[in-house]
């Protein structure tokens, strides 16, 4: 991986902020180093099982400390914990579940500060700026806060409104998400060299995708233009709304827009009030969602009810209630080549073709270069076989304990894979997740898929007619497997030129598995006798350390022992 790329190293970070550096490598060198111990020491000792029985326990508690961590610094941290509570695709749910309550809300910055701030990226004073400008914010989070006020009458005359919202950057947070980034870079360089890491997870592009978020996310003058291309894209849907965004007083740190402050999406009781159906307001969330995916191809990613209001209609007018949508720091886009991927997953899967979904997974960047996808392949089409094409009442039907035998071997196939979803597909993936709890909160019996069907369909017809034919010349190969077999002796030669066709010999394998205990027998002895050694000799001129020595002796004695007596 490339130098920091521009990006502090931790020779040239600010005195100022070097113990917070330092802070952050501490936990990660002390979460690694017991990490390291456990799953990968012990177990070379014989003493995996002993290792497994306490995972669970021992990474909560990691998580935990990282929580703490996290909420004491604040700034990037918070979010890095928000970012790796949502990475299902690599990390346990034992960690994910702890760092599910990490909230983006801290302790308010000093108004003075903030003052200092919006004048400097303004140039000119509040009052010249603004009519008004309340002190208390309104919201404050890890990378800023947004205060109320109301534009003069100029600027007001010119836009339409008033009343406005501003966001301002806490002051010194860029030099924080620098020296955050450092460390994080530093940690993804340490695990890239740790083979148990390296081969399940990218660890410095997962850190360069958080890190292009991050950045993203600080540019307000960014922000400003995605809830502008955002309100472009539903110009003409009376039901969706954003804020409009007062450019004369907006730039890098500082952003002021409409304030749009209503119902908030959650309130039940607040949306009865007004006259207004939870359940409807639950099918016009997922219509709009979708219509932001399969349509407009730029989606809103940070979807939590905090970022959505109900706007009612105004009294006396024709005008329905809408969703209005606030905070465009985070959004997603569904490039040409993720649209073309999803269509020919959705394909495979209609025509339970296990080897054209591993081959629709690989072409959308889920595994990495390291997975073996003839294991998964493997696990897709007897899922397919088995299962394929039944409904839920003719699984209702199935034998509980053939349903529990399969998800159980089927889930220990796929979390052995390397998956990592690419950005864009996980903050896909994120905001589904919010939308489903969402209107799952507004009615209960809401089925989130029964409303994606429609926008689904679009996927599979966005290339009109060359996807008809794509479609037809698959469902001629569904159904003669006859015409699927020169393909497969195609790829069978294939595999056998570039010698990656497996032979299993079971008892070839046995013998190579005993050889490989005698030599680890071996080596555990030879380390039990050194260290039983040195800590005799060591006695005299320091008792301490020799008994050390000697009590770490009996480990690799037992491993000896151990397999000595289970051979």
Known sequence: MPPDRGTSTASQIDPAYRARYRRIMRFSASALAQTWWFELVLPRFGLRRLAARSRTKRVQRIARRFYVLAADLGGLMIKVGQFLSSRLDILPPEITKELEG?????????????????????????????????????????????????????????????????KVQRPGIEKIVEVDLAALRRVARWLSHVKLV????????????????????IDYLHEAASAERFAEDFASDARIGAPVIVWDR????????????????????????????????AQELARSTFQQIFVAGFFHADPHPGNIFITPGRPGTDEDWRLTYVDFGMMGEISDSLRSGLRDFILAAVGRDGR?????????????????????????????????????????TVDPRE????????????????????????LLVRSISLIS?????????????????????????????????????????????????PRRLDE????????????????????????????????SALVFATLLIAGVLQRPTDETLGWVLMAASTLPLLHVLVTARRR
């Open 102 to 166: 990490l909230q983006d809300e801290v302790e308010p910055e000093l108004f003075e500060s903030i003052r200092r701030q919006a004048e400097g990226e303004l140039g000119m004073p509040l009052e010249q700026a603004y009519a008004s400008f309340e002190q208390i914010p309104i919201a404050a989070a890890s990378l800023g806060q947004a205060h109320r006020a109301r534009l003069t009458a100029g600027i007001a005359a010119d836009v339409g409104f008033e009343n406005v919202v501003v």
């Open 198 to 217: 390296s081969n399940r997870a990218d660890a410095p592009a997962l850190v360069e995708e958080f890190a292009a978020t991050s950045l993203e996310e």
């Open 250 to 281: 907006s730039a890098l740190r500082v952003l002021t827009l409409s304030d749009v402050t209503a119902i908030k999406i959650s309130d039940v009781a607040g949306l009865s009030a007004a006259g207004i159906d939870p359940a409807e307001v």
């Open 356 to 396: 054209a979904l591993v081959a629709s997974l690989e072409r959308l960047g889920v595994l990495l270069k390291t997975a073996d996808t003839n294991e998964l392949e493997r696990a897709m089409t007897a899922l397919f076989d088995r299962f394929g094409g039944m409904g839920v009442a003719e699984l209702q």
């Open 403 to 426: 349903l529990e035998k399969f998800a159980r071997g089927f889930g220990e196939t796929i979390r052995a894979l390397p998956f990592q979803l690419p950005e864009n597909f996980l």
């Open 437 to 485: 709890g969402v209107t799952s909160a507004l009615n209960k019996d809401f089925n989130m898929w029964d409303a994606v069907d429609p926008f689904a369909r679009t996927v599979l017809s966005s290339t009109s007619g060359n996807a008809l034919r794509g479609i037809g010349q698959q469902a001629v190969t569904y159904a003669n497997t006859l015409a699927r077999l």
């Open 492 to 523: 069978l030669a294939t595999r056998l030129d570039r010698g990656q066709v497996a032979v299993r010999a079971p008892e070839v394998d046995r013998r190579l598995r005993s050889i490989e205990r005698s030599v680890s027998r071996l080596a």
